[in-house]
């Protein structure tokens, strides 16, 4: 099982804050630094303000050296496709190749009002989505000196170069996740490489990764090939009082958390671990909501990682 860290920066954080969080991950040796993608805080005032994903992560590409860095999940409404691939392919290069793409159709749309983007309905986004991923994918592929073209219903690319080529090959890692029960498995089994179910319990887990398996099945692909996480909010303790500390730091209740995220004492997390485990879970994205405790990666660092 590999942990890594999530952080939501449009709650409120600076790039100095991601990057103290980011070395620290680092440093304790976990397996990646993986931000979310939003331009509006949720249930707080967010100050300083929102930082842009894209931006923090080629900074944080050249500020760190061997840590993995990707985003959870970039929405396919904030970019055109053609845009996106190059930034990732640059932020790959900047990084030397630790870099990786969650992508999702979007879904938060005060965000996409207070900043003028464009918030279609749900079906016209997840055709957006579906061609951005036919279109980032494509670019990657392409062979050097071939040209990439695209006719979609939401965009057409003619003739492109296809220029810059990301150091992965034949891209950077792409995930796919959420809760949906007939695109998302079918997008994650045509173009993911991970796929990730966020904030829910075994049940819906078991349901869900159900789902894309058989969506793997149905195209011919072996979901073997495919890395299966989750993403679990953390509040860790090395006692019931210091539980109780960081649930409150967050606004959260610790039974709450027991049952929704990943929560108690390093004993329990690791028991808790396990049950997502025993449903295929390889990766654990660990929400990490409280960016000046650094304490708390530590003691997960100490006293959780080892025993999985």
């Not at 949720?42 to 992560?57: I, K, S, V």
């Not at 995930?175 to 075994?202: M, S, W």
Request: negative net charge; hydrophobic residues 40%; aromatic residues 8%.
């Amino acid at each position: 099982m590999e942990l890594r860290i999530f952080t939501e920066p449009q709650q409120g954080a600076t790039y100095d804050d991601l990057l103290a969080v980011a070395l620290e991950a680092e440093r304790l040796g976990f397996g990646a630094f993986f931000r979310s993608d939003h331009y509006l805080p949720m249930g707080t005032d967010g100050l300083p303000g929102p930082t842009d994903a894209w931006t923090t992560l080629a900074g944080l590409a050249r500020d760190t050296s061997t840590i993995r860095l990707g985003t959870l999940m970039t929405s396919a409404t904030f970019r055109h496709p053609g845009v996106l691939a190059v930034q990732v392919a640059g932020v790959d290069q900047m990084s030397g190749g630790r870099v990786e793409l969650g992508l999702g159709a979007g879904w938060f749309e005060e965000e996409h009002t207070a900043y003028g983007i464009p918030f279609p309905d749900t079906r016209e986004r997840f055709d957006r989505f579906a061609e951005q991923l036919a279109v980032v994918t494509g670019l990657w592929r392409t062979p050097l000196g071939e040209t990439f073209t695209h006719e979609g219903e939401h965009y057409a690319l003619r003739d492109s170069p296809a220029l810059p080529k990301p150091v992965q090959q034949p891209g950077p890692p792409v995930l796919i996740g959420g809760r949906g029960k007939r695109r998302t498995p079918a997008l994650a089994a045509r173009y993911a490489d991970e796929f990730n179910v966020p904030f829910v319990g075994l049940e819906e887990t078991r349901e869900q990764f159900g789902r894309v398996r058989d969506a793997c099945e149905s195209i011919g692909r072996d979901p073997e090939s495919m890395t299966w996480s989750n993403a679990l909010v953390l509040c860790v303790g090395s006692d019931e009082a210091e539980v109780e500390r960081r649930a409150a730091a967050i606004g959260r209740e610790p039974a709450e958390l027991r049952e929704n995220g990943l929560a108690g004492t390093p004993e329990e997390v690791v028991d808790r671990i396990g049950t997502f485990a025993a449903l295929g879970a390889q990766r654990v994205y660990l929400q990490v909501l409280d960016l000046a405790d650094l304490d708390h990666l530590r003691l997960v660092a100490e006293q959780v990682a080892p025993h999985l």
